[in-house]
């Protein structure tokens, strides 16, 4: 394993990389690639670069797609109204290409195993690293086991909880995305790209369908805009007039930001990832297309076919709480307005596939977490250690012990409990997120500091350091108003709703007291730009990227590269 010096001072005062000495590796450290064109170590503190572009790819569109879309736009509408939920999916879509750009910087020029939190480490100071790690794996051992729950909760659209125990089907689901897992990341890579290309092809179709029905070309006459005008664009939330209109879009910026959130998800695979200069930047410049295409054409044609007012709407979201099945879905109320039979019971099973693979990749991003923060001394250095496929099992078996408060939801007094945690979940996301937009703004204050020219960039953010500072105020500004609604009389809690005010905002606290519990401890300090180091571990990276490449050129002339399903049908949409 390489040991390197992680000091990032020398005694003049200049950056780490002047010193030539500064690292050494042993004979472990030579990677070898395997047949597939993965790099592999012999010792047990790598992991393994399995990832190929196509998986990269389809598992970054994959974190975009999910139940917050195709379920959850439907509390967004009923909330804000369509032209709300518009602008604000735009938005804050907007804020995710940002956040992407910015963490596609970093992670070109060193894709390294511990992610964002090691960025945050060694650019901005280790008390952010420590707590943005920390914030970032409970986020993921809370929405593991809620995705199980949401799994489960989908099939009782065929069988019953009194026909079938749901605890039986959280079993099953949990032993198979443990399993999944287990076998290693070009298992889990491969698994992913089927499930993520066919949750594409859903989505696409979906979209095409909106589009259709829109138009006139269903069963039913068109729709047009005639929603905009009767009932509305924007729907009144908490309070009448203008005011209500405002509190709704304001209520679907949140809603939206819960959608969003996983998309950073490919900034956890760059440990893994084969080639990663080229297919990491890849992956994040394409995301404003998949933003643009996916999330605004999905809200914009949902809130043409479906009014906000719409009493299938209306019912199927007071019961989405308990059973997230497809009636919860707009996509489904508009297809069961256009009379068109059988089909709102396929896109249920299309949901299940979409909670599924969220379960597994939630699975998969909560051990890399907690591997990371091993590898940068944060967590017991046993959560470090890798098996001869590369795969961090320790790291694994703790995370999916958490897996089991998904069967916290079999009881109903626990269900309640389990929750509040959940509420936890959007807070976490929008930590993670400015934490993400701190340390991109540190790295680039640090590397114009040190010479490091735009030239001399593998990718650069188009937006710089300002579109981060924006960005920045946004999402903090999110961050403190998400829970707004609880300030409101209820006529449950009264005046102040202190159960969702607690759940909602306890994640700033816990965030605050995991980084000045951390300073104070430890007595960091805050990175100074001249003195970031961006060269410690550079050297492995360039050692696996020319052992790639060679293979890469030795089989090109007898092997085509890539699959011809993703070239042929999916590559065409990115």
Known sequence: MAIFNRSSNSSDGTSPHHDKEANYTTA????????????????HGHLHRGLKSRHITMIAIGGAIGTGLIIGTGKSLAQSGPASILISYTLVGLLVFVVMCGLGEMAAWLPQASGFAGYATRFCDPCLGFALGYTYWFK?????????????????????????????????????????????????????????????????????????????????????????????????????????????????????????????????????????RKTIPRAIKLTFYRILFFYVLSVFFVGMLVPYNDT????????????????????????????????????????LVFTFSASNSDLYIASRTIFGLAKEGNAPRILAYTDKRGVPVAALGLSSCFCLLALMNVADDAKTVF???????????????????????????ARRAQGITNDMMPYVAPFGMIGSYIA??????????????????????????????????????????????????????AVKPHEADFYTGKDEIDREEEAFLAHKAATARTKKQGNWFYRTFVAWLF
Not at 319 to 337: C, D, E
Not at 424 to 437: A, D, K, M, Q
Request: with cysteine; aromatic share 16%; glycine share 8%.
């Open 28 to 43: 472990t450290d030579v990677p070898a690639v395997g047949s597939d064109g993965a790099v592999e170590y012999e010792d």
């Open 140 to 276: 993921y051992i809370i929405v593991t086991p809620n995705q199980l729950t949401a799994s489960a909760l989908v099939i009782q659209e065929w069988k019953t909880a009194d026909q079938v125990n749901p605890g039986v089907w959280i079993a099953v689901f949990m032993v198979a995305i443990i399993t999944i897992n287990y076998f290693g990341v070009r298992f889990f890579g491969e698994f992913e790209f089927w499930l993520s290309s066919l949750k594409v092809l859903v989505i696409v179709g979906i979209i095409f369908l909106c589009f259709l029905l829109t138009v006139g070309a269903g069963p039913t006459p068109a729709t047009g805009f005639k929603y905009y005008k009767n009932p509305g664009a924007f729907a009144p939330y908490i309070d009448k007039g203008d005011a209500g209109k405002f509190y709704g879009f304001w209520a679907s910026l949140v809603n939206a930001v819960f959608a969003y959130l996983g998309t950073e998800l490919v900034g956890v695979t760059v440990g893994e990832a084969q080639n990663p």
């Open 312 to 351: 299938k709407l209306l019912a199927a979201n007071k019961l989405a709480t308990k059973q997230p099945g497809a009636s919860a879905s707009p996509f489904v109320v508009a297809i069961k307005n256009a009379n068109i039979p059988h089909l709102p019971g396929i896109v249920n099973a299309c949901i």
């Open 419 to 445: 929750g509040y945690f959940v509420n936890l979940v959007t807070i976490f996301g929008l930590l993670t997120w400015i934490s993400i937009l701190v340390t991109h703004i540190y790295f680039v204050r």
């Open 472 to 525: 920045l105020f946004f999402c903090c500004l999110i961050a403190i108003t998400k829970n707004f609604s609880v300030f409101t009389p209820s006529k449950d809690y009264g005046d102040f709703d202190y159960k969702n005010f607690i759940t909602g905002y306890l994640g700033i606290p816990l965030y605050l007291i995991l980084i000045f519990g951390y300073k104070f401890w430890h007595k960091t300090q």
